[in-house]
C-alpha cells in the first residue's frame, strides 16, 4: 500500500468531506477569516481522523489552511517548538555522555 492509499483511506473518513471547502482556506487572518477558521476547527475538534490529518500537514511541510485542528502559523509554532525541545534533548544527552574532567572526582 503506497503513502497515497494510505492517506486516502483515512482522509474519506474526514468530518470535513462534507463541510464547504472555504471555511478551511480563509484568505485573510482577520476579519470574516476568523470566524471561518473558528467554524473549521470546531469541525476537526470533532474529527475521528483530526490526529492523522495534522500529523499530514505536519510532515507536509508549510501547507495553507485549517488541517488537524491548526492553522498554518499554529503549525509551524508547533514545530518550532518540537525542534527546540529536540535540540535541548540532543544537549542534555551529550552533556550526560561527556566524560568528566581529569581531577573530578
Known amino acids: 500500500m503506497t503513502a497515497l492509499d494510505n492517506r486516502a483511506r483515512w482522509w474519506s473518513r474526514a468530518a470535513c468531506s462534507t463541510a464547504d471547502s472555504e471555511l478551511f482556506f480563509?484568505?485573510?487572518?482577520?476579519?470574516?477569516?476568523?470566524?471561518?477558521?473558528?467554524?473549521?476547527?470546531a469541525i476537526c475538534a470533532r474529527c475521528e481522523i483530526q490526529q492523522e490529518c495534522l500529523d499530514y500537514a505536519?510532515?507536509?511541510?508549510?501547507?495553507?489552511?485549517?488541517?488537524?485542528?491548526?492553522?498554518?502559523?499554529?503549525?509551524?509554532?508547533?514545530?518550532?517548538r518540537g525542534r527546540r525541545a529536540r535540540a535541548r534533548l540532543a544537549r542534555e544527552r551529550s552533556a550526560d555522555r561527556a566524560p568528566a574532567p581529569q581531577g573530578a572526582t
Open 26 to 41: 480563509p484568505i485573510s487572518s482577520a476579519g470574516l477569516a476568523i470566524r471561518q477558521m473558528t467554524r473549521a476547527k
Open 58 to 80: 505536519l510532515d507536509a511541510g508549510p501547507i495553507q489552511g485549517v488541517w488537524g485542528g491548526m492553522t498554518e502559523r499554529e503549525r509551524r509554532v508547533l514545530k518550532q
